[in-house]
């Protein structure tokens, strides 16, 4: 299934998705979470922030591109 976030440029999307993945990770759902971003989303500080996170606490089913 697909859930679809209409958040501008501001680089919401990718920390939509991070709560989506982590969200089915503690629910011991074993499924990936693909996220598309454009080119000025990702020059965001919230995307910097999302992935500092996801790094930090070893999400790995959260695929961005």
Same mark, same amino acid.
Do not use: H, K, L, P
């Given at each position: 299934?697909?859930?679809?976030?209409?958040s501008g440029s501001l680089g919401q999307r990718f920390a939509v998705a991070l709560? /989506?993945?982590l969200t089915q990770y503690r629910n011991y759902e074993n499924r990936s979470v693909y996220s598309l971003h454009?080119?000025?989303a990702l020059q965001e500080g919230q995307i910097?922030?999302? /992935?500092?996170?996801?790094v930090a606490n070893t999400v790995d089913?959260?695929?961005?591109?």
């Open positions: 299934s697909a859930i679809r976030v209409a709560g /989506v993945s454009g080119e000025c910097y922030e999302a /992935v500092t996170y996801a089913n959260s695929i961005s591109t």
